[in-house]
């Protein structure tokens, strides 16, 4: 069979209708492009325009000022623009002094009783008034050379008598040494306590001082304790402010034996106008 050749007019038409779907296919795409690129131009739009509406909505990104600086500023304006008061200055001047005052006299109330609960110083008010002539006056003290290592009933036993002569009870040394005088307090607490039972700072303790003179120990001779010397001038002098010259009694007697013996043996010794006022201060109870 003879093949056919195409007409010129079939050839235009096929021609004219691929041109024509071309033409639409690139249509189409441009008009997705368009609205792809529309809807994303939106989506950037409402972002700017959110940030936007946050930033407005935010507070001031500056560095804040310094609100105590602000305020330390105020006060100190309000102290210098005050009014002064002087009835309300006197007042308050007053009030510093009498606290002042009542702190003072509870310091020394507190002294006190310390004072007292070492022996330092007698417990009642009146102990001084009713005291006779000081020892220095009759010009002899009498002085008991006792140990820490006697027994504290011997000790308080000595301590009664001579609180009635007004005289002295003189240690060497301090139990413990120097740098403890934990232990020597409460000794002196234990002697000279009136009432065994009480504790405290309020406790009643005997006149008698207690000295710590290892001078006076030398200078007499001390070896052993009890011993008992009739002693001119002033025996409670601190030792430091003392020398081996300073005065001495003449006669040293040694024994537990109770105070009246003692000053006994002294006036037989030839001691007896050393001993004469003791033993009338004895004789008088």
Do not use: W
């Not at 001495?248 to 007697?253: F, I, N, P, Q």
């Amino acid at each position: 069979m003879p093949i056919s050749t195409p007409s010129r007019n079939s050839l235009l038409l096929a021609t004219a209708l691929a041109v024509t779907t071309t033409a639409l296919a690139q249509d189409g795409a441009r008009t997705k492009i368009e609205d792809q690129g529309s809807n994303a131009m939106g989506r950037l739009e409402g972002a700017v325009t959110k940030t936007k509406d946050r930033a407005a909505s935010s507070s001031d990104p500056r560095i804040p000022t310094d609100s105590h600086q602000a305020e330390r500023k105020r006060a100190f304006e309000g102290l210098r623009n005050r009014v002064a008061n002087p009835e309300m200055e006197a007042r308050a001047r007053a009030a510093v002094q009498d606290g002042e005052a009542r702190l003072a006299a509870e310091r020394e109330t507190q002294a006190r009783r310390l004072r007292q609960a070492l022996g330092l110083e007698p417990a009642e008010g009146d102990a001084l008034a009713r005291a006779t002539p000081s020892a220095q006056a009759k010009g002899f003290v009498p002085v008991l050379f006792v140990s820490s290592s006697m027994p504290i009933r011997t000790l308080r036993s000595y301590a009664v008598q001579l609180e009635r002569v007004h005289g002295v009870m003189a240690f060497r040394g301090v139990p413990g040494g120097l740098r403890r005088m934990g232990p020597m307090a409460k000794l002196t607490a234990q002697i000279l306590r009136i009432d065994q039972g009480c504790e405290g700072p309020n406790c009643v303790m005997r006149d008698v001082q207690l000295i710590i003179d290892p001078i006076v120990f030398r200078q007499h001779g001390i070896a052993r304790v009890p011993a008992m010397a009739m002693i001119p001038g002033d025996p409670t002098q601190a030792y430091c402010e003392r020398d081996d010259e300073s005065p001495r009694a003449r006669y040293v007697v040694y024994g537990d034996s109770a105070l009246r013996g003692l000053l006994d043996e002294i006036a037989r010794l030839g001691g007896r106008e050393e001993v004469r006022d003791a033993q009338a201060l004895l004789a008088s109870r």
